[in-house]
């Protein structure tokens, strides 16, 4: 087993640096199956100033490998190297768990984007993505903002509101502490721990241990599951906020129920387009 290991993380390919490691540039390794894809994909960012892939890999094996080794700040990775692509995701998170992945899949659907994403992807692809779009949800994971073409973007509203029809589960009568229920409401409005630490005047470890809390009162997993929870439960309702905040969260909860339906879906496509990351559990 230890020398197989070895063996994969040898065949990974490292792309040589070109004289301008010094420059800032958003780090990206290709994982696929078909080397002609992982060629297409380098000829069409070598014409770009701010992208540069820096490993290649063709197995599962030496994905995960590329993810330990390399430092990158995003990963094309195929949904066909694994027979799980979700658990694969899981895998390469605890690789490493800063690394945003923008999965590649031949034939999505709403279970596997769902999954995906609740798992931690940032972004979901077609295979037959245009280039220059490709490009453009590249730089918006770079911007750590998670990316759904339309489809997708429906299949997780319809979702949402399916979760809105089901019966109220005992859950959603958990009590939050007003620390902890500020801290949501900031996750529903997009931001970064950071963000979050300055407003309520802490450290961002406070706030992970926070939320690492209320992600165990309310049963969810991740950020994306928080914030469709809350939207859905209003369960940050009352909560100090901003001015701005405060006129968001009001026309969430205020309204006839059609303009609030509509509101909620403005509001989750907010925090699916935020600069927040969506497999940050923390």
């Not at 640096?17 to 960012?45: P, Y």
């Not at 973007?153 to 509101?161: D, G, N």
């Not at 309520?200 to 809390?213: D, F, I």
Request: charge should be negative; hydrophobic fraction near 40%.
């Amino acid at each position: 087993m230890a020398s197989s290991a070895v063996r994969a993380e040898e065949k990974i390919e490292q792309v040589p640096d070109d004289g301008t490691s010094d420059r800032q540039f958003l780090r990206v390794i290709v994982a696929d199956t078909q080397a002609i894809f992982r060629a297409g994909l380098r000829k069409i960012f070598a014409v770009e100033d701010d992208i540069r892939v820096v490993g290649q890999a063709e197995t599962l094996d030496q994905t995960l490998s590329a993810a330990k080794k390399f430092v990158a700040d995003a990963m094309i990775f195929e949904a066909a190297l694994a027979t799980n692509p979700a658990d694969a995701v899981t895998d390469l998170l605890r690789q490493n768990p800063q690394l945003r992945l923008v999965v590649v899949t031949s034939d999505s659907n709403q279970e596997m984007t769902l999954e995906l994403f609740r798992r931690g992807a940032f972004a979901i692809v077609s295979r037959e993505i245009d280039p220059e779009l490709f490009v453009d949800c590249l730089r918006r994971v770079g911007q750590g903002e998670p990316w759904l073409d339309a489809q997708a973007t429906q299949w997780v509203l319809s979702a949402y509101r399916t979760q809105g029809t089901r019966p109220q589960s005992p859950r959603s009568k958990v009590q939050l502490t007003p620390k902890e229920s500020t801290i949501v409401t900031c996750v529903t409005q997009g931001m970064k721990n950071k963000e979050i630490a300055i407003r309520v005047g802490t450290t961002e470890q406070v706030v992970k241990n926070y939320l690492r809390k209320v992600y165990d009162k309310l049963g969810v997993a991740d950020r994306l599951e928080l914030a469709l929870y809350c939207l859905n439960n209003r369960i940050a309702d009352g909560v100090a906020a901003k001015p701005a905040e405060a006129a968001t969260l009001g026309a969430v909860t205020h309204g006839s129920a059609n303009h609030r339906e509509a509101t909620l879906d403005e509001g989750l496509a907010e925090v699916l387009h935020s600069p927040s990351s969506s497999n940050e559990t923390s």
